[in-house]
């Protein structure tokens, strides 16, 4: 049995004057893909930072059943642009979360299994320069789980990547979720984007983000984007994000 691992309750979010998020309810069971899906500027981002312990609030955030309050090692958050040391290699960048505390060994044996996950065998030793866009990511992702947190939270990980080597991306994603069975929060606002990964998706309103609806996907992985029923729950959420 699944057990609860995120509960969100009547969250309301202003920045000043600025209501951004308006009494949001839901919660995310461990193991989960969860994705949050909203039109551009409708608080995703702060809604992400506020799980990732960034902001303050109004509402109630928990976290295995402790409120949110601060930043921890339990939640993890992927960027867009990467964030990747420079200056560091790929392994460097993987080790990075680690290397205080585990032994040195055992720290680069811990990152080379990750470096395979993520398909990077073989890169070890380049620098984030010498890598595309998707193994910049790829990157990325491994020294967030390197750190084992109980959620990974993803904002827009994949939109700064070309049309091929997003859906690539996706397809990738979902495979090391399923190996990795972590609890994953996605945020994005590509319909398509979030009905590939997601298990539900939370749809959100334009400023200030209200809950439109949860919508369940119960599709079979890995998922083809050109079938029937994926084009039905694609129509039903643009219908939703409509009106
Ligand atoms: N630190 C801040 N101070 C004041 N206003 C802020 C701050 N951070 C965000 N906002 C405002 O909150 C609103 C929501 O921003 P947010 O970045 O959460 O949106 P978003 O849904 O992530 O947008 P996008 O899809 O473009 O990434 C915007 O109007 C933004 O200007
Ligand atoms: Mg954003």
Redo the contacts with the bound molecule.
């Keep these: 049995m699944s057990s609860e691992v995120l509960r969100v309750s009547n969250l309301r979010k202003r920045?000043n004057d600025?209501l951004?998020i308006d009494s949001i309810s839901f919660s995310i069971k461990s193991g989960e893909f969860f994705c949050i899906l909203?039109p551009?500027?409708?608080?995703?981002?702060?809604?992400l930072r506020i799980i990732a312990g960034f902001e303050d609030y109004e509402g109630e955030v928990l976290l295995k059943g402790e409120k949110i309050k601060k930043p921890g090692p339990d939640r993890v958050l992927v960027f867009q642009d990467y964030a990747l040391f420079p200056w560091r290699t790929v392994i460097g960048n993987v080790l990075f979360g680690i290397e205080s505390k585990l032994q040195k060994r055992e720290a680069l044996k811990v990152a080379e299994e990750m470096l395979k996950l993520v398909g990077l065998e073989g890169f070890e030793k380049s620098y984030p320069h010498e890598l595309s866009g998707g193994m910049k990511q790829r990157v990325a992702l491994a020294r967030a789980l390197v750190c084992d947190p109980a959620i990974l939270l993803m904002d827009?990980p994949l939109s700064a990547l070309d049309a091929q080597t997003r859906m690539e991306m996706q397809a990738e994603l979902v495979k090391i979720w399923q190996r990795t069975k972590k609890t994953i929060v996605y945020?994005t606002?590509s319909i398509e984007e979030a009905v590939f990964l997601a298990d539900r998706i939370l749809v959100l309103s334009k400023?200030p983000a209200r809950a439109k609806a949860l919508v369940e996907v119960k599709l079979e992985r890995p998922r083809n984007r050109f079938d029937a029923k994926f084009t039905e729950i694609s129509q039903k959420i643009y219908d939703l994000l409509k009106d």
């Design positions: 920045f600025l951004v909203g551009s500027g409708c608080g995703k981002t702060t809604l827009e945020v606002h400023r």
